[in-house]
């Protein structure tokens, strides 16, 4: 394994280790092992998967033998195998991915594009307006699109916080422990931030503080569902009224 043959952002973070936290490359070792374990080696998986994986293995009992005059250049290089085959993990086999069960949650996020913080709907801020120059019913429709998108928002984010809680099984946890210190992609960044809310209720210490705030969050949500049936008719009859209109007006032109 060549230095070459490392993504740029593994190199960078293999530099800044060199040699001087033992722990965290012991900790990257244990994941070599986890990996060579989940990986052993299945006939699907691709070429450079199999090959990281016997090279990891062969490595792992040489260092396990090797006097102290060569561990120190063995546990290098599988330091920066382990992380160069981690990389490679989108492409494991069906069921020995190890983050497969948010592979659902991380492509419904892209889909609604999460770089885009910005509300669709609020490419204009509304308390700049001169609001004496609109009209009620302007101001009426511009002003439920934003409450639309609001409410649209904390549904998305509360159905994915559920997908998020059953994602979370036991090995998905045991990756997301191995991984700990490793560099952080993007995938990994929102796995552990969605991990980190989802199990929020677990850790914290003060569970009934805690309980009372998601009680009140989630009685904030159920009142803007309320809300949002109620508008949901309201558009519906108007939706019902314009085609009533077009309806009309059609035949009123086929009479004429």
């Not at 293995?57 to 992380?83: H, P, R, T």
């Not at 609020?122 to 004496?132: A, H, I, K, P, V």
Request: glycine share 2%.
């Amino acid at each position: 394994m060549t230095k070459s043959n490392i993504p740029p952002h593994i190199a960078k973070f293999i530099s800044s280790q060199q040699m001087e936290s033992l722990e965290t490359q012991q900790c990257v070792i244990e994941l070599g092992k986890a990996l060579v374990k989940e990986l052993e080696i299945e006939p699907g998986s691709d070429t450079l998967s199999r090959w990281l994986v016997h090279y990891i293995a062969e490595l792992m009992v040489k260092l396990e033998n090797a006097g102290e005059d060569q561990k120190s250049q063995l546990q290098q290089q599988c330091f920066e195998s382990i992380l160069t085959l981690w990389q490679h993990r989108s492409s494991f086999k069906s069921g020995h991915r190890p983050f497969e069960s948010f592979e659902p949650i991380l492509r419904t996020i892209a889909a609604l594009d999460p770089e885009n913080r910005n509300s669709y709907y609020q490419f204009w801020n509304q308390r700049e307006l001169d609001e004496s120059v609109l009209s009620d019913d302007v101001k009426q429709w511009t002003e439920l699109a934003v409450g639309l998108d609001h409410a649209a928002r904390t549904w998305i984010k509360f159905a994915l916080d559920q997908a998020t809680q059953h994602a979370l099984d036991e090995k998905t946890s045991s990756w997301l422990s191995k991984a700990k210190g490793l560099p952080q992609d993007q995938e990994l960044e929102v796995i552990i931030q969605l991990a980190g809310e989802a199990s929020e209720t677990i850790h914290d210490d003060n569970i009934k503080k805690l309980n009372c705030n998601k009680t009140k969050q989630f009685k904030e949500m159920l009142e803007r569902l309320e809300s949002f049936i109620e508008i949901s008719d309201y558009i519906k009859t108007q939706l019902k009224n314009n085609i009533k209109i077009l309806e009309q007006s059609l035949l009123d032109k086929s009479e004429a």
